[in-house]
Nanobody, 118 residues
């Protein structure tokens, strides 16, 4: 599966952004789709994920209540709605796909930069 992320930008603290991840290729039914982020000088970290077929979601504790992951089966797109953004949310955000029978996120899109100014 190929992934194309978009939607990053510059926003003030307290603002909102919506990231999109368009998928192409095979059916996404056996996949779990995720968002990760990597801040300057830090390791990449998990942000949120959604099982494509069931819609079950998981979130990193620090984004619960502020970020929402969703998917549009018609558009084969995964979204990350980010509200109440904080400067510490500044990072390059990546979308990724994990086949449920595997253990790793094996397909990655290019990153999209989110900058939150204070």
């Amino acid at each position: 599966v190929q992934l194309q992320a978009s939607g990053g930008g510059l926003v003030q603290a307290g603002g909102s952004l919506r990231l999109s991840c368009a998928a192409s290729g095979r059916s996404l039914s056996p996949y779990r789709m995720g968002w990760f982020r990597q801040a300057p000088g830090k390791e990449r970290e998990f942000v949120a994920a959604i099982r494509w077929s069931s819609g079950i979601t998981d979130y990193q504790e620090s984004v619960k209540g502020r970020f929402t992951i969703s998917r549009d089966p018609v558009k084969k797109t995964v979204y990350l709605q980010m509200n109440s953004l904080k400067p510490e949310d500044t990072a390059v955000y990546y979308c990724a796909a994990q086949i449920l029978s595997g253990t790793d996120f094996g397909s990655w899109g290019q990153g999209t930069l989110v900058t939150v100014s204070s």
